[in-house]
C-alpha cells in the first residue's frame, strides 16, 4: 500500500469496537471479542465484539425507543437527514473503501465504487419520503376512507461479506427513509466499515434510530425471532435465508431476502464473439473475486460462436490478476477468508475429477507477496456438463463453467433447471428472440445484451430460492411500511 492510504487506512480505522445501540457503544454481555482478518496477508485487524442474544434484547429496546422518535420527525426532515449521512459516506468514501479492501478483500477501487452507490441509495430514498402515500376510497357524502402508511418499526438488516460498507450505508436507507429503526449486523468477516459508519452518524438522528451489532449466528438468530423485531432482511447464501426464515416465523414477521444464484449467459448464434467474452468476463465479477450472487456463472454458447469466444476469454480475463487488495492498482482481490478459498478450490478439484477442460486459471497463487493469503486465479472451465457439480452449485467464487448448447428449448430448459432464479444475460442482435428469451428465463433480473449492472429505481431481486421481494425501487420503500385503513362516519359527529 503507498505511504499516503497506508496514513489514510490507520487513521481511517474505527476507534471503538463494541456494539452501537441507543446511541452508545457497549461491551458484549458475554465478554467475547472475535479477530477480524485481511485475507490478504493472513493477519488481525482487530478484535471486535461479539454480541449475543442478551445483546439483541438490549439494542432492540434501544431501537423500538428510538423508533418512537424517529417515526415522529416529519418526512422532509428525514429526509434533510438522510441526505447529510450521504454526504458524509461521500466525503469519507476513500477511507470506507480502505477499510472494506483490507477487511474482506475486494480491491481498493471497486470499493470505492461501492461507497458512491451507497451514498447515491441514500440519496435516492431520502428523495421519496413524500411518495409513501395512501388513497382515497369512494363511500359517500357522509363517509370518508382513506389509507395511509407508516413505518413498521424496529427493522433488523443481517448483511453478506461481499460488500460490506455498501450494504451497511445503502440498506439503511430505505427503512430510515419510511420511519423505521434500523439494527444492522455486518457480516461476521467484514464488521469494521460498519462499526466506522457508527462513528460518522452518530448524534445525526434520534438515540437508538440506528445500531450495529457485530456478530455470528446467535445474534442473527436472536434478531430473526425477537418479538420486537417488525421485519427482518438478510443478504445471504439460501441456507441462511431459510434459517432467518424459520426464525421470523415465530413472530410471523415479514423478511425479504436476497439469496444466492447459479445465473446463466445465454449467447445466441448472431452475438459478436468479441462482445459475448468480454460480457462473460465483466458478468463473473472477477474483480472481486466472483464473490456475488447475481455473477453469471454459467455461460450458454451456441455452437456457432462457441469456439470464438473461448479463444477470445484469456485476452478478456487477463486484465483480471491478483494482488493486495489495498493497492490501487490491483484489479482481482482475494477470497474473504480461508474457510470459503478451501470451498472454492474444493469446487475447482471436483471439476478436473469430473471432466471439465481448463480454459484458464484453476489454481490459487503460492508465491511471492501473495502467498499468505487467499488468491485463486481467475478461473474457467468448458466442456461442462449438466450433471457436473461446477454446473449446478452456487461456488461464490471466480469460477466460471461454459456450456455448449444447440437446441434452444433444451437449452432453457437447462438453465431453469435449478432452484435459483436471480439474474439471467441474454445476448442476441434479434431483439425478438432475446424477448421470448427473457420471458421464459425464470429470473427476477434479466439484461439484454447487457451484464452485471443494476440501477437505481429498477426493482432488483429473485424468484425461486434465490429470494423473496425487491430491492433498489420504490418497492423496497413501501415494504418497509404497512398499509393502514381509516374510515370516517362524517354523519356521526354530533
Known amino acids: 500500500m503507498p505511504d499516503n492510504l497506508t496514513d489514510t487506512f490507520m487513521s481511517a480505522l474505527p476507534q471503538h469496537l463494541d456494539i452501537y445501540a441507543g446511541g452508545r457503544w457497549h461491551s458484549p454481555v458475554g465478554g467475547v471479542y472475535t479477530d477480524t482478518l485481511n485475507p490478504a496477508t493472513g493477519g488481525v485487524l482487530a478484535s471486535v465484539a461479539e454480541a449475543g442474544a442478551q445483546d439483541v434484547d438490549v439494542a432492540v429496546a434501544a431501537a423500538r425507543?428510538?423508533?418512537?422518535?424517529?417515526?415522529?420527525?416529519?418526512?422532509?426532515?428525514?429526509?434533510?437527514?438522510?441526505?447529510?449521512?450521504?454526504?458524509?459516506?461521500?466525503?469519507?468514501?476513500?477511507?470506507?473503501?480502505?477499510?472494506?479492501?483490507?477487511?474482506?478483500?475486494?480491491?481498493?477501487?471497486?470499493?470505492?465504487?461501492?461507497?458512491?452507490?451507497?451514498?447515491?441509495?441514500?440519496?435516492?430514498?431520502?428523495?421519496?419520503?413524500?411518495?409513501?402515500?395512501?388513497?382515497?376510497?369512494?363511500?359517500?357524502?357522509?363517509?370518508?376512507?382513506?389509507?395511509?402508511?407508516?413505518?413498521?418499526?424496529?427493522?433488523?438488516?443481517?448483511?453478506?461479506?461481499?460488500?460490506?460498507?455498501?450494504?451497511?450505508?445503502?440498506?439503511?436507507?430505505?427503512?430510515?427513509?419510511?420511519?423505521?429503526?434500523?439494527?444492522?449486523?455486518?457480516?461476521?468477516?467484514?464488521?469494521?466499515?460498519?462499526?466506522?459508519?457508527?462513528?460518522?452518524?452518530?448524534?445525526?438522528?434520534?438515540?437508538?434510530?440506528?445500531?450495529?451489532?457485530?456478530?455470528?449466528?446467535?445474534?442473527?438468530?436472536?434478531?430473526?425471532?425477537?418479538?420486537?423485531?417488525?421485519?427482518?432482511?438478510?443478504?445471504?447464501?439460501?441456507?441462511?435465508?431459510?434459517?432467518?426464515?424459520?426464525?421470523?416465523?415465530?413472530?410471523?414477521?415479514?423478511?425479504?431476502?436476497?439469496?444466492?444464484?447459479?445465473?446463466?449467459?445465454?449467447?445466441?448464434?448472431?452475438?459478436?464473439?468479441?462482445?459475448?467474452?468480454?460480457?462473460?468476463?465483466?458478468?463473473?465479477?472477477?474483480?472481486?473475486?466472483?464473490?456475488?450472487?447475481?455473477?453469471?456463472?454459467?455461460?450458454?454458447?451456441?455452437?456457432?460462436?462457441?469456439?470464438?469466444?473461448?479463444?477470445?476469454?484469456?485476452?478478456?480475463?487477463?486484465?483480471?490478476?491478483?494482488?493486495?487488495?489495498?493497492?490501487?492498482?490491483?484489479?482481482?482481490?482475494?477470497?474473504?477468508?480461508?474457510?470459503?478459498?478451501?470451498?472454492?478450490?474444493?469446487?475447482i478439484e471436483s471439476a478436473k475429477r469430473e471432466g471439465a477442460r481448463t480454459v484458464t486459471g484453476g489454481h490459487a497463487v503460492t508465491e511471492g507477496d501473495l502467498a499468505d493469503g487467499c488468491f485463486i486465479t481467475p478461473t474457467i472451465f468448458a466442456d461442462v456438463t449438466p450433471e457436473m457439480t461446477i454446473a449446478r452449485e452456487e461456488i461464490f467464487g471466480p469460477v466460471l463453467a461454459v456450456r455448449r448448447w444447440s437446441d434452444e428449448a433444451a437449452m432453457m430448459d437447462e438453465v431453469n433447471g435449478l432452484p435459483f432464479g436471480l439474474t439471467c444475460s441474454i445476448w442476441s442482435k434479434d431483439l425478438a428472440t432475446a424477448h421470448r428469451a427473457a420471458s421464459r428465463a425464470e429470473a427476477g433480473f434479466v439484461w439484454i445484451n447487457e451484464v452485471g449492472l443494476h440501477f437505481l429505481g429498477a426493482p432488483f431481486g429473485g424468484v425461486k430460492q434465490s429470494g423473496i421481494g425487491r430491492e433498489e425501487g420504490i418497492g423496497e420503500l413501501m415494504s418497509f411500511t404497512h398499509e393502514k385503513n381509516i374510515h370516517v362516519n362524517l354523519a356521526g359527529q354530533g
Not at 461481499?162 to 439503511?172: A, L, Q, Y
Not at 468480454?278 to 465479477?285: K, Q
Open 65 to 347: 425507543s428510538g423508533f418512537l422518535e424517529w417515526r415522529d420527525v416529519k418526512p422532509l426532515e428525514r429526509a434533510r437527514i438522510l441526505k447529510e449521512i450521504a454526504a458524509l459516506l461521500r466525503r469519507h468514501g476513500d477511507e470506507l473503501a480502505l477499510i472494506d479492501a483490507a477487511n474482506c478483500g475486494n480491491p481498493y477501487t471497486e470499493m470505492k465504487g461501492d461507497a458512491a452507490i451507497a451514498a447515491a441509495q441514500m440519496e435516492f430514498f431520502a428523495g421519496l419520503v413524500t411518495e409513501m402515500k395512501g388513497d382515497t376510497i369512494p363511500m359517500g357524502p357522509d363517509r370518508l376512507n382513506m389509507t395511509v402508511r407508516e413505518p413498521l418499526g424496529v427493522v433488523a438488516r443481517i448483511l453478506a461479506f461481499n460488500h460490506p460498507f455498501m450494504f451497511c450505508g445503502g440498506k439503511m436507507a430505505a427503512p430510515l427513509a419510511a420511519g423505521n429503526a434500523v439494527i444492522i449486523k455486518p457480516p461476521v468477516q467484514a464488521p469494521l466499515s460498519a462499526l466506522r459508519l457508527a462513528e460518522l452518524v452518530d448524534g445525526l438522528m434520534p438515540a437508538g434510530t440506528f445500531s450495529v451489532l457485530p456478530g455470528g449466528t446467535e445474534a442473527g438468530a436472536a434478531l430473526a425471532t425477537h418479538p420486537d423485531v417488525a421485519k427482518v432482511t438478510l443478504i445471504g447464501s439460501v441456507g441462511a435465508g431459510k434459517a432467518v426464515m424459520r426464525g421470523a416465523s415465530e413472530t410471523l414477521k415479514p423478511v425479504l431476502l436476497e439469496l444466492g444464484g447459479k445465473n446463466a449467459l445465454i449467447a445466441y448464434p448472431d452475438s459478436d464473439p468479441d462482445r459475448i467474452a468480454d460480457a462473460i468476463v465483466r458478468g463473473m465479477n472477477f474483480g472481486w473475486c466472483g464473490q456475488s450472487c447475481g455473477s453469471t456463472s454459467r455461460a450458454f454458447l451456441h455452437d456457432d460462436l462457441h469456439d470464438a469466444v473461448l479463444d477470445r476469454v484469456a485476452t478478456q480475463v487477463a486484465r483480471y490478476k491478483p494482488g493486495i487488495p489495498t493497492d490501487p492498482a490491483t484489479t482481482m482481490g482475494a477470497l474473504v477468508g480461508r474457510d470459503h478459498f478451501n470451498k472454492v478450490m474444493g469446487y
